[in-house]
């Protein structure tokens, strides 16, 4: 392995550079799809192909099988720049937004799998190797919803390359996303003064939301958030309309159908007070379902092993909103685990530690090994 990490070192940085400049939106990532599937061949990669939803998928040994192990990194980011972003690598860091999340670990995962193919490595049960698509915001998981549908009943374990080293995210956290649009009949704001504003009566719902008090069994974590807010025409104008994002999270089934309730109650009484208001799901990430937590702690172990030895850091466990919802709500043991140190991730200030960049393939590949050869089946 120390060869393969030597020699790769500076075509990561070169692969990094490259995937970085291609604009991946979620939904609109078929550019950086692309790039990953030829990048794949170049190194020898036989049988790789997209599938419907844009997932890049490298099949080893997977004919027949029925318990797979997949890999995945994502190839969408939060930013909705269709132009190439500023890349900076001062010798220490690497800033770029998307850089961290999760371009890094989408060139970790490419490296990994140019690993398996050079050296031609016995996955006896298969593995897929996925940069799969549509995992951030409105991406909705689309691309992990595909491989799933695809590959019903085929997998058996999935680990996703999301992160920083020093989490592990063993728990998942699912979430109801919504567009809120409110109607009025509005009007001019000094002759029409007193008619019901959009604007006002969406503050109202948007207050409502802020006194919800958050449900909380043992250590769950539940929150909801208003992130968007648009409407109205002008300053001299009782706004006829406005509308508003909003979602509410947890990573426990029971507090998540509390909160359900509490926003169905919200918008119910809206409607009742004879508000127009209309309510979009526009998004939904299922929580966990029942899961052997035995074979979460098997995969736990090995991957916080690799990563304490290898990087000499503590890794701790936590919850989170990533591919690996999908999975865990099907009963499927599954993982996401850091593979670079950074910072600033859905910000345009984010940045990589250059160095930790062979160290997160280093982790990548041992994780790997040890996840094929140790598991059980």
């Known amino acids: 392995m120390k060869s393969f990490l030597e020699e790769n070192k500076e075509q990561m940085y070169t692969t990094l550079r490259e995937l970085c400049a291609i604009p991946a939106p979620s939904h609109l990532e078929h550019e950086r799809a692309v790039y990953c599937k030829e990048w794949l061949e170049r190194v020898g990669a036989e049988g790789v192909y997209i599938d419907d939803a844009w997932n890049v998928i490298l099949p080893l040994n997977c004919t027949g099988s029925d318990k797979i192990t997949v890999f995945v990194a994502h190839t969408d980011t939060v930013f909705p720049d269709r132009e190439p972003m500023p890349y900076v690598d001062d010798g220490t860091l690497i800033r770029s937004p998307g850089i961290g999340?999760?371009?890094?670990?989408?060139?970790?995962?490419?490296?990994?799998?140019?690993?398996?193919?050079?050296?031609?490595?016995?996955?006896?049960?298969?593995?897929?190797?996925?940069?799969?698509?549509?995992?951030?915001?409105?991406?909705?998981?689309?691309?992990?919803?595909?491989?799933?549908?695809?590959?019903?009943?085929?997998?058996?374990?999935?680990?996703?390359?999301?992160?920083?080293?020093?989490?592990?995210?063993?728990r998942c956290v699912g979430s109801h996303r919504y567009e809120v649009e409110v109607f009025t009949q509005g009007g001019h704001s000094y002759g029409a003064f007193g008619n019901r504003n959009a604007i006002a009566e969406l503050a109202r719902i948007i207050n409502e939301i802020y006194a919800i008090e958050v449900p909380q069994i043992g250590n769950s974590k539940t929150t909801y958030n208003v992130?968007?807010?648009?409407?109205?025409?002008?300053?001299?104008?009782?706004?006829?309309?406005?509308?508003?994002?909003?979602?509410?999270?947890?990573?426990?089934?029971?507090?998540?159908?509390?909160?359900?309730?509490?926003?169905?109650?919200?918008?119910?009484?809206?409607?009742?007070?004879?508000?127009?208001?209309?309510?979009?799901?526009?998004?939904?990430?299922?929580?966990?379902?029942?899961?052997?937590?035995?074979?979460?702690?098997?995969?736990?172990?090995?991957?916080?092993?690799?990563?304490?030895?290898?990087?000499?850091?503590?890794?701790?466990?936590c919850s989170s909103s990533t591919d690996c919802n999908i999975p865990l709500s099907l009963g499927i043991p599954a993982l996401c685990i850091g593979v670079y140190n950074g910072g600033g991730s859905h910000t345009r200030e984010e940045w990589i530690e250059k160095a930790s960049l062979p160290l997160g393939l280093e982790v990548g590949i041992r994780a790997v090994e040890n996840i094929v050869k140790k598991v059980k089946i």
């Open 227 to 317: 992130g968007e807010i648009s409407g109205g025409t002008s300053v001299n104008t009782i706004a006829q309309s406005a509308k508003m994002l909003c979602e509410y999270r947890s990573d426990n089934e029971e507090c998540f159908l509390q909160m359900k309730a509490h926003f169905e109650r919200i918008f119910s009484e809206a409607a009742a007070s004879g508000l127009k208001i209309s309510v979009t799901p526009i998004g939904e990430r299922p929580c966990m379902g029942k899961v052997d937590l035995s074979k979460i702690e098997e995969l736990t172990e090995i991957c916080r092993t690799v990563i304490e030895d290898t990087v000499g850091i503590k890794v701790s466990t």
């Open 101 to 170: 999340d999760d371009t890094a670990s989408l060139v970790v995962l490419l490296y990994v799998a140019k690993y398996f193919v050079e050296h031609k490595i016995e996955a006896p049960n298969g593995v897929l190797f996925v940069c799969n698509s549509c995992e951030e915001g409105l991406g909705n998981l689309k691309g992990t919803k595909q491989l799933f549908a695809d590959y019903e009943g085929r997998i058996a374990r999935f680990i996703s390359f999301d992160s920083i080293f020093s989490k592990i995210a063993d």
